[in-house]
């Protein structure tokens, strides 16, 4: 191949984040070949560029509602296997909660501008994939053109009741009319924990068990000499000290990445194809090495697309998506490991060593041993399937008027999952040494054969039909076009235990439009609306109605600043309409009396149990979705081409959310009250970004881009039950604030107990902790409870995003930083002794009477401590963090060596993804993730990207 014939694009394109409109976006459907000339472009705000919008793409001048976008490009940055753990800090008002590491159950939580909902609704963003819902997170970055957020009424209105949550739109990569490009990639990296629960040794752990003993008024356990044992580690069979963590866990594990895809066509087909594959090993040991029935830990997935769209006649074109993946996925001892975290983390180290003297595992009738669970309990292995098809046919009705179109399509999407479990049981000692000094081994458990169970399985799929009439006219300063859409879908969500009413297709039907004004590129006006029903709601209230209505003024085209030097680009727009969200929560068909097969009753003399038909919750007829109005306000302002500024202002008023309705309906009525759509919430915040960019004729190329968004709400009605106190009310306050016992310190001395109120928990002690009585009543009891601290979304969110680059070298870097949130140091790692679990170092600044002026935690006690560790403001802490989630330095090829050896571009860089963070947790937990489960993951790798 001649490579004078390719069509150059590039392979790494700098696409900074902004507010609403994608303000530093790549132009659609083109790549950009990395140059000086790439970070340094004006700003285009008043090009025709076109964006994703609700069923469609607006040029980006046009636009007058609130979105944010980001490239493909830059996701690629974040090395992960799970395409939403790519969108940290990309897009304004886009929140992402890690849920953890684990490769293949590492799914976080996305929420669009805060939360706008409480109870049992649903707060999840509907998620369409080319237009059609779809699952999303098997997708690489790679395949992916742009990932956009709708966040106001007027881009969600045309969605109808799924829209009020915000919408997430994956626009995948299409063909372009030019010649065959090939791109190759491969990316070699390695896994680590960016961190582990800590715990102390045996010896800290006897010595302290000892004390808490002694606190209890018990005799002491541990003597001298087996705390020197556990000291020296002498006698690691009989006085262990196992570090669990270090058995179980390497310190790295690796991860792959190999993309190959092809791009180009001509005016009557283009394409785009893509082969991808991606591998990525647990942190679990090699178990399945050392046991021909265990497995090690592994995910792996192949990628694949083909989009092709073809100009069948003049008029008449075809569109054809297809993508899909597959998954497998290998684990020890569980389907996803959270049981093995648990073990971990609740082990003494003293309990008993890995292997007693004999070879046998060590372990006891109640506690079993961690890598034996690995080694000796099966397998589980599981293989997902996941199918995206879409045919979409366009016709031109240009002989009935100019830029009039009508178009079809149908999708159907698939997921589906099978498992295999494979089990067996083996046995283990716990060994103890006798007064002669012979060993005498306790066994618990027996070794069983291996059983295996195919048969679960789980499936989503879904079919939709679209329709659309499009019209799109200039008429020298007026431009017109209109949207006219229906759209029908039904998905069914299935697994071998679901229930007969949760297996019935959940169905949507319903029209959308949309019609747009513009006069001059200066005065923009836009309506949109959404009409649609779902089986959910009574008949007669199936159906709802969602307007929007949004305006747009481009200043910056006025006579009296269209000359201007300074500002280059200034546009000031609004928008208010109405939204819905059918996640409501509770039971399906809540508009119907159902009398469940549940009662019970005991007769005769036997006292024999008999089922029955019971009453259920009463029916709720007049059930509805949830309704959200929504203002934004909105701000683009480009000065002398260079810095790039975004501001968006918003209320969000979520009304008809379903709540029980106890502060209306006294519970001596005997009945199950049903749902009503009573509850009311308002959330409020801002969305801003600035960037600043390099001059283009400058050899150095830069730009700095920091963007900041905040939310926050505000339970205005929830019908909850009449308090004893007003402190007590959740109404008033944050949707999930946390309510507990105020902490005031310890308690000093005797004197000091008797001086204060009685707290009922326990009896307690100097060095105890000590509580506010906000009642008066002179008892410290669950009356006391009242707001401590805050939740655990954030309120404020701050990023900064930057690029350099000089000849052929680049530096890019994004940190995050998020504050308004409360942490919680709960459970073993921190409660000492609890449930008889492992101690941490935090216990080490315990009370004690000649450390009473300095110590931070309570005496300890040897036995669950139900005073000390009641759910109070103690155990909060500062959750704000900073954390560097990606960095990249890379090194384009010269080109006169690249066409030497026939290529376009060539591209080496190392990256670096959650390399760490600055916290207020001491190093005792990510501050992401709560709890003692697999943890979040630390990646650096190197890689290489070619296009020819």
């Known amino acids: 191949m001649n490579p004078k014939n390719y069509y150059t694009i590039g392979l790494l394109v700098v696409l900074g984040v902004v507010c609403n409109l994608p303000v530093w976006a790549q132009e659609a459907g083109k790549d950009s070949v990395t140059n000086v000339t790439a970070l340094s472009r004006q700003s285009y705000f008043n090009r025709n560029v076109d964006r994703p919008i609700g069923y469609g793409r607006q040029p980006a001048w046009k636009i007058t509602s609130a979105l944010s976008t980001v490239s493909g490009s830059d996701l690629q940055k974040n090395f992960t296997t799970n395409l939403s753990n790519t969108l940290y800090g990309r897009i304004p008002g886009l929140t992402v909660q890690q849920g953890g590491g684990e490769p293949g159950n590492d799914s976080p939580t996305l929420i669009g501008r805060g939360i706008n909902t409480f109870g049992n609704g649903g707060r999840n963003l509907l998620v369409m994939v080319d237009g059609f819902e779809s699952s999303y997170e098997q997708l690489v970055p790679d395949e992916i053109e742009s990932v956009s957020l709708l966040k106001d009424a007027s881009a969600t209105a045309i969605y109808g009741l799924r829209g009020a949550n915000g919408v997430l739109l994956v626009t995948t990569k299409r063909g372009s009319d030019g010649p065959l490009v090939v791109n190759f990639s491969t990316q070699q990296g390695f896994h680590t924990a960016s961190s582990l629960p800590q715990f102390l040794g045996s010896y800290d752990y006897a010595r302290l068990y000892n004390e808490g003993l002694v606190n209890d008024g018990k005799a002491p356990r541990y003597t001298d000499a087996d705390l020197e044992a556990y000291r020296t580690g002498s006698d690691p069979y009989f006085h262990p000290n196992v570090n669990w963590y270090d058995v179980v866990l390497k310190k790295t594990a690796p991860i792959s990445n190999y993309n190959l895809n092809f791009r180009g066509g001509n005016s009557t087909v283009r394409y785009f194809v893509l082969l991808n594959a991606i591998k990525s090993n647990g942190l679990y040991q090699n178990v399945g090495s050392m046991d021909p029935e265990s497995v090690n830990s592994k995910y792996a997935r192949f990628n694949f697309r083909s989009n092709v769209d073809i100009n069948l006649t003049k008029r008449l074109s075809a569109s054809l998506t297809l993508g899909g993946s597959v998954e497998d996925k290998a684990n020890p001892a569980a389907t996803t490991t959270g049981s093995v975290f648990t073990s971990l983390a609740t082990l003494p180290p003293n309990a008993f060593p890995v292997y007693n003297p004999d070879g046998s595992f060590g372990g006891t009738s109640a506690l079993s041993n961690p890598l034996a669970n690995l080694l000796q309990t099966g397998s589980y292995a599981s293989n997902g399937r996941t199918l995206q098809s879409t045919l979409k046919l366009t016709e031109q009705l240009d002989m009935i008027t100019p830029g009039l179109t009508i178009s079809a399509a149908v999708s159907f999407n698939n997921f589906f999952r099978s498992y295999s479990n494979k089990t067996k049981t083996y046995e283990r000692a716990s060994a103890t040494k006798t007064a002669t000094g012979d060993t005498l081994y306790s066994r618990f458990g027996q070794k069983s054969s291996l059983l295996g169970n195919e048969d679960n399985s789980d499936q989503w799929r879904n079919v939709i039909f679209q329709g659309f009439l499009n019209y799109n006219r200039s008429f020298g300063k007026h431009d017109v076009s209109a949207l006219l859409m229906y759209n029908s879908d039904s998905y069914t969500n299935t697994n071998n235990t679901t229930t007969a009413v949760l297996s019935l297709p959940y169905k949507h039907v319903g029209v959308g439009g949309r019609a747009t004004y513009t006069y001059a590129k200066t005065y923009v006006g836009e309506l949109s609306f959404g009409y649609m029903g779902s089986e959910n709601f009574p008949k007669d209230r199936r159906y709802g109605f969602f307007p929007a209505a949004s305006a747009g003024w481009i200043a910056s085209n006025e006579p009296f600043l269209k000359n201007s030097s300074s500002i280059t680009y200034l546009k000031l727009r609004g928008s208010y309409g109405l939204a819905g969200n059918d996640q409501i929560g509770g039971n399906r068909f809540m508009f119907q009396q159902l009398y469940p097969y549940t009662a019970a009753y005991y007769l005769g003399t036997a006292n024999t149990q ?115 106190f007003d402190y007590q009310y959740t109404t008033g306050q944050p949707i999930g604030q946390p309510f507990g016992l105020e902490a005031l310190g310890f308690f000093k001395d005797q004197a000091d107990i008797a001086a204060s109120p009685r707290q009922i928990f326990a009896p307690v002690q100097p060095g105890d902790i000590k509580y506010r009585d906000q009642n008066g009543d002179g008892l410290i009891n669950q009356n006391d409870t009242r707001p401590i601290g805050k939740t655990s979304i954030p309120t404020l969110t701050v990023n900064l995003h930057s690029k350099f680059q000089f000849r052929g070298f680049d530096l890019e870097f994004l940190f995050q930083g998020v504050t308004g949130r409360t942490a919680y140091y709960g459970g073993t790692q921190f409660q000492a002794f609890q449930n008889n679990g492992q101690i941490g170092p935090i216990a080490l600044d315990r009370w004690t009477p000649t450390t009473a002026a300095t110590a931070t935690y309570p005496r300890l006690s040897a036995s669950n401590n139900l005073n000390n560790y009641q759910y109070s403001s103690f155990w909060q802490r500062d959750g704000s963090f900073i954390k560097l989630r990606s960095l990249e330095l890379g090194y384009t090829l010269p080109g006169q060596l690249v066409e030497k050896i026939k290529l376009i571009n060539a591209r080496v860089f190392i990256n670096g993804t959650n390399l760490f963070s600055l916290d207020h947790l001491q190093g005792y937990m990510d501050p992401e993730v709560s709890g003692i489960g697999y943890p979040p993951l630390r990646t650096v790798s190197a890689g290489v990207r070619v296009q020819f």
């Open 610 to 724: 008999v089922f029955g038909l019971a009453e259920g919750a009463a029916a709720n007829t007049q059930l509805s979705w949830e309704k959200q109005k929504t203002l934004n306000i909105g701000l683009e302002l480009t000065l002398a081409k260079r810095l790039d500024v975004g501001i968006d202002l918003f209320q969000n008023d979520r009304y008809d959310i379903l709540v029980a309705p106890n502060r209306t309906v006294p519970q001596y009525t005997g009945i199950t009250l049903p749902l009503l759509n009573q509850g009311k919430v308002t959330n409020k915040g801002f969305e801003a970004t600035i960037r600043y960019s390099s001059k283009s004729a400058s050899q150095f190329q830069y730009f700095v881009e920091t963007s900041a968004w905040y939310a926050q709400n505000t339970i205005v009605y929830n019908a909850e039950a009449i308090r004893l």
